[in-house]
């Protein structure tokens, strides 16, 4: 069993560090993975900032690095139905 480490890079007004996420290759991997690590690096920036009495910004800059074409992609549209979920509930 190989595992590995996937470090995200957050600057956030007072939140600038490293968040570290470990995966095992009991899971799926290829894009799935890097969309749940995005997942999980948003959720745990908004919960450091909620921590701090501050909410997620409205602006929102991601740079995917050491990803094939095909995995960026997959992000992208995962990002942009999040968006779209997001806008939706806000307007009901």
Excluded at 54 to 73: A, I, S, Y
């Amino acid at each position: 069993v190989s595992s590995r480490v996937i470090g995200v890079q957050v600057a956030c007004g007072p939140i600038n560090g490293t968040l570290l996420y470990y995966y095992d290759n009991f899971g799926v991997g290829g894009a799935n993975i890097m969309i749940e690590v995005q997942r999980q690096a948003l959720k745990d920036l908004g919960d450091l900032l909620a921590d701090k009495n501050m909410k997620m910004p409205k602006r929102l800059m991601l740079q995917f690095d050491n990803c094939t074409e095909n995995k960026v992609w997959h992000r992208l549209k995962y990002i942009w139905s999040s968006i779209i979920s997001i806008k939706l509930a806000v307007s009901e």
